[in-house]
Structure formats: structure tokens, C-alpha cells
């Protein structure tokens, strides 16, 4: 069965299909309808578990009297987090960056990048983050029904022949993007995690949070940019969206 998505295309193989399987996947099914579509503590459905909103910029500025260690705090490091980290220490930012996770990330979360993607990390002075993953390069899209099959091909034409889509493990794709950023001496990266953002009549100076040995710890910049994904702590503290899910993702590996 050929599965086609927005993102990618999932090759799910369901031979030797066991009960115990089938009841692990229902499960698993459920857990993840029951994660996007309700809140733990039963607030409204709408809010916070969408990936509609993930990058929430908070513009503040230098506290009076305290320590300012940056000039831009990032929380997380993700593609958003690690790609801004690095264009704004390329511009001369002392930038700290607060990660709750360093380990590469294990999550199928991201394993197809557009050659729009490409060209934007081109642009950025992140290309070669996509060498030494075993991407592989994309070229299009491939669809299959009843038996007859089709191919859907970028428009390329008109680029350098390295510009394509690229299919990778999305981990060791965030470990360079993070790898990159953090090769600047200018950038700071630690891993941490952000408990809370520090505002002083309606404006954020900084953030609160916890770093790997547990010890509470505050830092301080003009300029807060909270990347902490779609399951975003913080940014229910900053306003109150109005999602609408729209589309649930739920994949099956047998
Ligand atoms: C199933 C699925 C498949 C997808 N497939 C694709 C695809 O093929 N191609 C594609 O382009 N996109 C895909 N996406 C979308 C893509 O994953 C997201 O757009 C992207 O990961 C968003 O990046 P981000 O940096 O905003 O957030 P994330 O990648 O979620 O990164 C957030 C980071 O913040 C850290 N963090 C969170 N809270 C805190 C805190 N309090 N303190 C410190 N750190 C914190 C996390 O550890 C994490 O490293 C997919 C998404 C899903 C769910
Ligand atoms: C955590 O912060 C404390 C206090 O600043 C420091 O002594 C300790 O080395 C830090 N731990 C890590 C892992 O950076």
C-alpha cells in the first residue's frame, strides 16, 4: 500500500500482520488522535496542540540595572531555532540558545525538505547541513492506484543542478543545523529548559530555566525569540490562539 502525503511518502508494508501488531498500532492510533485533539487538563480543544504557530517573536527591551548575557535569547533548537541562531551570529549577535534536548532527535518529524527548502538554506549559508546525512536528493513525486503509477517532477529546469528536494533523518539533519550554529564562538549553545519567560510590566526580559545540572537559572536579553514547537509551553503565556485542527498525521510503520 502506498501511502501520499503532504510531506512524504510512506511505503507501509502489512505483511505478517499479527493481532498484538494490530492492536499496538490501534493503540497507538489513539494516542495520538487523543494527544492532538485534547488538552490534559481539559481546556478548550482549539488551543496550543496545532503546528500552525511554532516561532512566536517577543520584542523587548535591555532590563535596567541587571546583567544583559545576549543580545538575543532563542529557546530551542530546532530547525527554526538552529537556522535563526546561526543567521543571526553570521550578523554579529551574541546570541544564547537554550535547548532542553541536545541528543539527536529521534521523531518522524520532518524528513522531507521542498527544493524550495534547498534553495532557502542556500540562502542562509546552510547547505552543506544536508552533506554527511545520507540525504537523498528528491526530484519528485511518484503516485500509484490501482496498479497504474505516475510521476508528478519539479519544475528544475531553470536551477543549478544540485537544487532538489532532499530526504533525510530528520535528527542528524537538526545535530548539523545545531552543529553549524554552535561552530560560531558568537553563538552559545546549552541545554536547558525554559520554565518560564521573565516579564516586567508587559515586557520580556529574558527567561527562567532549569540547565543540565537542575539548577534554576535566569538570563537576561533584549530580544526573546521563543521556537519551542507545536507542543509550545510558553507560548500559552503569550497569547491565546486560535487553532483549528484541521488535519490529523498519524503514520503506521509495520
Ligand atoms: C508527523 C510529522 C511529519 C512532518 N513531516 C515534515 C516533512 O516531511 N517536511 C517538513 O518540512 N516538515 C515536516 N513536519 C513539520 C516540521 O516537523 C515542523 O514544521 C518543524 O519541526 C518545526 O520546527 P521548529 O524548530 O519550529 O520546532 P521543533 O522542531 O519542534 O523544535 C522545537 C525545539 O524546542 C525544544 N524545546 C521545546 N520546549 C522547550 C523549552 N521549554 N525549553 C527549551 N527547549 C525547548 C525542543 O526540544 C525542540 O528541539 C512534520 C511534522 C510532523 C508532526
Ligand atoms: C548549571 O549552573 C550552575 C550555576 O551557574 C553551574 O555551576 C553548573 O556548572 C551549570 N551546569 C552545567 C551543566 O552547565
Known amino acids: 500500500m502506498e501511502l501520499i502525503s503532504g510531506y512524504s511518502a510512506l511505503s ?18 489513539f494516542v495520538v488522535l487523543y494527544r492532538l485533539v485534547f488538552k490534559k487538563n481539559g481546556e478548550t480543544k482549539s488551543e496550543s496542540e496545532s503546528s500552525a504557530v511554532t516561532t512566536t517573536t517577543v520584542i523587548s527591551r535591555s532590563k535596567n540595572g541587571a546583567d544583559v548575557d545576549a543580545d538575543v535569547i532563542i529557546v530551542g533548537a530546532g530547525v527554526a531555532g538552529s537556522a535563526l541562531a546561526h543567521t543571526l551570529g553570521k550578523d554579529g ?10 541528543k539527536e532527535p529521534d521523531r ?16 542562509l549559508g546552510l547547505e552543506d547541513c544536508v552533506e554527511e546525512i545520507d540525504a ?11 496498479g ?3 510521476r ?57 530555566y532549569k540547565n543540565k545540572s537542575g539548577e534554576e537559572l535566569k538570563a537576561y536579553a533584549p530580544l526573546t525569540v521563543v521556537c519551542d514547537g507545536c507542543f509550545s509551553n510558553l507560548r500559552r503565556s503569550l497569547c491565546t490562539p486560535k487553532v483549528r485542527v484541521t488535519k490529523l498525521f498519524i503514520f503506521l510503520l509495520v
Do not use: C, W
Request: no cysteine; charged share 25%.
Open 12 to 29: 507501509v508494508k502489512m505483511a505478517d500482520q499479527t493481532l498484538m501488531a494490530s492492536i499496538l498500532a490501534l493503540l497507538f492510533g
Open 93 to 102: 549577535r551574541r546570541v544564547h540558545v537554550i535547548e532542553r534536548d541536545l
Open 108 to 123: 518522524i518529524v520532518g524528513e522531507l525538505l521542498q527544493p524550495g527548502g534547498y534553495l532557502k538554506l542556500i540562502e
Open 136 to 146: 537523498q536528493k528528491v526530484f519528485g513525486y511518484a503516485l500509484f492506484k490501482d
Open 148 to 150: 497504474k503509477a505516475t
Open 152 to 208: 508528478l517532477s519539479y519544475p528544475l529546469e531553470k536551477f543549478h543542478s544540485d537544487v532538489s528536494g532532499r530526504s533525510f533523518h530528520n535528527g542528524r539533519f537538526i545535530q548539523r543545523m545545531r552543529e553549524k550554529a554552535a561552530s560560531l564562538p558568537i553563538v552559545q549553545l546549552e541545554q536547558g529548559t525554559v520554565t518560564s519567560l521573565l516579564e516586567e510590566s508587559g515586557t520580556i526580559r529574558g527567561v527562567q
